[in-house]
């Protein structure tokens, strides 16, 4: 590879930024976001690429021949894609193999500029949403009408989730009113004792709601020695449990519900 100029140097540390934030946007565990920054800017042609992660914030140096260029650029929390996640793993192992390559550089910008970020119809993902939170509640002993609340339940309480995080509302108001909507659903069991549980039908239709994801990164990144983003990760997702409890608890109380649990 020819010599690297100061504004390719620039050039390739935008990219090795874009490509830490998106890994960290989208759910990728902090060893990851570290791993493949360092592994882009090497196969673009610097020397070396020092990166440090926060909660909301990347800070990334890219090194060559004495010289560095250090950033600092905020991230923002979006919702999980793992396709997303492979496809920048894919983009960089392409371009560790294209090295070196003079055109290199151009290639790698385009191919980020090209990432493919659609999901699922919010219809396909509240249906299937809906159908586990069923199959929960038939699992732990509800009837056939149970699982039919439950369905229903499960299935508007996703359909509010996405619609309220298209409209940027506060991710724990979101949480909150998801949960209010989907107990409130849930406890019309209670009202017209409808099934043989309606402890059942509450309890599951709220489950779309376990930060699973976010609590196993933080815990990823507290065994692998990110101690103040895995922290930050882990009382991000014991917020979101508060706000849901927030919301059951508020249903609850304006049905005037006065006992609630197995």
Request: hydrophobic residues 50%; charged residues 10%.
């Amino acid at each position: 590879m020819t010599k690297i100029s100061y504004a390719q140097q620039q050039h390739i540390t935008r990219l090795c930024v874009r490509c830490g934030l998106l890994l960290m946007q989208y759910g990728a565990e902090s060893a990851v976001v570290v791993d493949l920054s360092k592994r882009l800017g090497l196969a673009l042609g610097v020397n070396g690429v020092e990166c440090a992660l926060n909660f909301n914030a990347l800070t990334l140096t890219t090194l060559l021949n004495g010289r560095c260029i250090t950033t600092t650029r905020d991230t923002i929390n979006q919702s999980i894609n793992v396709n997303l996640l492979v496809q920048i793993q894919q983009i960089v192992s392409k371009a560790e193999d294209a090295f070196p390559n003079e055109a290199l550089i151009e290639e790698t910008e385009r191919a980020f500029d090209e990432l493919d970020k659609s999901v699922y119809p919010s219809w396909v993902v509240s249906l299937f949403v809906g159908g586990s939170c069923a199959a929960f509640a038939y699992l732990n002993g509800g009837n056939w009408s149970i699982t039919a609340i439950t369905f229903m339940a499960g299935m508007v309480a996703m359909l509010t989730r996405i619609y309220l995080s298209k409209h940027h509302f506060n991710p724990f108001i979101t949480v909150i009113v998801t949960a209010f909507i989907a107990s409130l659903i849930g406890a019309t069991s209670y009202y017209y004792d409808i099934g043989n549980n309606a402890d059942i039908a509450v309890a599951s239709s709220v489950l779309l709601l376990v930060p699973s994801f976010p609590l196993i990164n933080s815990l990823s990144d507290i065994l692998k020695g990110y101690i103040n983003i895995g922290l930050g990760r882990a009382v991000y997702a014991y917020m979101l449990t508060l706000s849901s409890c927030v919301g059951i608890v508020i249903a609850l109380i304006l049905l005037r519900i006065q006992h609630w649990g197995f």
